[in-house]
């Protein structure tokens, strides 16, 4: 007879096993971006062609991504699925009225600078993060 250590269990094995398809979609993505941005600019010297392609690629990826995502959410428990949709809204949330409030400072003389959206996607980053994390916490 097989005996299971505490340590592993099938759930944990499932759960690494769907997020193989996710990590390497996104990752995949994440070099698109990098590509698309930096490409034009050190490879192919803004031929518009190789910029449209990379593009196109790039956009593809990320539809990609995000279906691999969608299908990795239906196959959470119903408790994940609730961390990780409350973690979803309050990155909205927060990011929907950080970016609008961080867009008009420039427009109201508080910063010199031009707001980026990078700036966004970082904050997006660390508050889902977060939220999740603190999910998790609250229901272990």
Not at 38 to 67: C, K, R
Request: aromatic content about 10%; overall charge negative; some cysteine.
């Amino acid at each position: 007879m097989t005996k299971i250590e505490p340590s592993e269990s099938i759930c944990t094995t499932q759960k690494n096993n769907h997020l193989a398809p996710l990590a390497f979609w996104t990752l995949a993505w994440l070099v698109s971006t990098a590509l698309l941005r930096f490409g034009a600019e050190y490879i192919w010297d803004y031929q518009p062609v190789y910029s449209v392609i990379v593009l196109m690629t790039h956009l593809a990826l990320g539809l990609t991504m995000i279906m691999v995502y969608v299908k990795h959410l239906s196959k959470q428990d119903e408790l994940q699925r609730k961390i990780t949709m409350d973690a979803m809204g309050i990155t909205l949330g927060i990011t929907m009225i950080a970016g609008i409030a961080y867009e008009q400072l420039e427009d109201i003389k508080l910063i010199s600078f031009e707001p980026e959206i990078n700036h966004l996607i970082i904050l997006m980053s660390l508050t889902y993060i977060i939220s999740t994390f603190i999910g998790q916490r609250k229901y272990q």
